[in-house]
């Protein structure tokens, strides 16, 4: 059993199919293979690149995830990356956002890929972190791969919800993702979508995080920081359930060049380092019992799915290592008094 990464990029349509073709897509679907290729985690081995007539009807699609997911194992990354047209139709039973492929046409919902089909050859996978990343439109409304969302309650194995699993998606609040290239991105990055090329740029480049892998939390706000300074839209993120930080790739920046490594002090600072690489120094934070309630009390507050979320994991932990009735009564004491968000 291994890792393996499956990258469709259906960039070719038929003339009457009313879909136009990006030669952005085709180029960034390369891009990833590149990148996986020459990554120490990854390797030539581990990934399949679909383009053209191998992307071209939704069961070469499918049969190619399917192989992916049947040979990764319980210690495995299961890695998708999808793009090209995204379109969603409300009128289609489920409401679920439909993937293009190479024989798709624009008004014929029946000739797209479901992605409720991915979701469940990726759901029923064995491997431990399971990742999407959608480049396309109406990626937001993708709906979360671990289950969970009241506003979008899967059926069957599609609902189940696993510890380990991310949708990262090129939009977040807007439903249309740029296609032309990013003209800031050096050669030969700016040939491909303006998400794709920034989250390449990351890849081949790094950060200056100090740990030598990226988790997707890492990967996410190193490319949220590229876009932002680029003016594109911010990418999102839909419940990153992965919170053994399993790693997704190399991080490929000097060390030299990298930040040194920081404990946060503040309850605000734990947060935002919680945020985007969970367990990360969590050892550190677990011999606090007063901070992990502070954390805790204040996250429980907040309204937002992230924040409770990460709220309910570590007082799940804080159950479970807190142990001595005065310990556990010094972190409880303090989530109580934690302030109304």
Not at 112 to 135: E, G, N, Q
Request: charged share 25%.
């Amino acid at each position: 059993m291994a890792s393996r990464a499956l990258v469709i990029g259906p960039g070719e349509y038929a003339e009457d199919s009313g879909l136009p073709g990006h030669p952005t897509i085709r180029a960034s679907a390369l891009m990833y293979g590149h990148a996986l290729s020459g990554d120490a985690m990854w390797g030539p081995e581990s990934y399949r690149v679909l383009v053209g007539e191998q992307a071209r009807t939704a069961d070469d699609v499918m049969r190619a995830l399917q192989g992916a997911a049947d040979a990764t194992g319980p210690e495995d990354v299961l890695l998708v990356v999808y793009v090209g047209h995204g379109q969603y139709w409300s009128d289609v039973p489920g409401g679920q956002v439909h993937l293009a492929v190479g024989s798709s046409y624009k008004d014929k919902p029946w000739t797209w890929l479901s992605s409720w089909y991915l979701y469940r050859a990726m759901r029923k996978a064995k491997a431990r972190l399971k990742v999407l990343i959608a480049d396309c439109c109406y990626s937001n409304m993708l709906p979360i791969l671990s289950g969970g969302d009241e506003a979008m309650v899967l059926p069957g194995v599609l609902g189940r919800r696993d510890e380990g699993s991310c949708v990262f998606t090129a939009v977040r609040n807007v439903r249309a993702a740029d296609a032309e290239g990013c003209s800031s991105l050096p050669a030969p990055l700016d040939r491909c979508t303006p998400f794709s090329g920034h989250l390449l740029r990351v890849l081949q480049g790094g950060t200056k995080d100090h740990k030598d892998r990226l988790t997707i939390g890492l990967l996410r706000e190193a490319v949220r920081r590229e876009m932002e300074g680029c003016a594109h839209q911010v990418p999102g993120m839909l419940l990153n359930d992965a919170r053994d930080g399993t790693p997704l790739f190399t991080n490929r920046m000097e060390r030299r060049l990298r930040d040194q490594s920081q404990v946060p002090v503040s309850a605000e600072d734990w947060i935002r380092h919680l945020m985007i690489d969970q367990d990360y120094l969590l050892d550190v934070l677990f011999g606090d019992e007063r901070m992990v309630g502070d954390i805790v009390g204040t996250l429980s507050r907040r309204p937002d799915d992230a924040s409770q979320s990460l709220a309910r994991h570590l007082d799940e932990k804080a159950n479970t290592r807190f142990q001595e009735p005065e310990t556990f009564a010094r972190y409880w004491n303090r989530v109580e008094r934690a302030p109304r968000a």
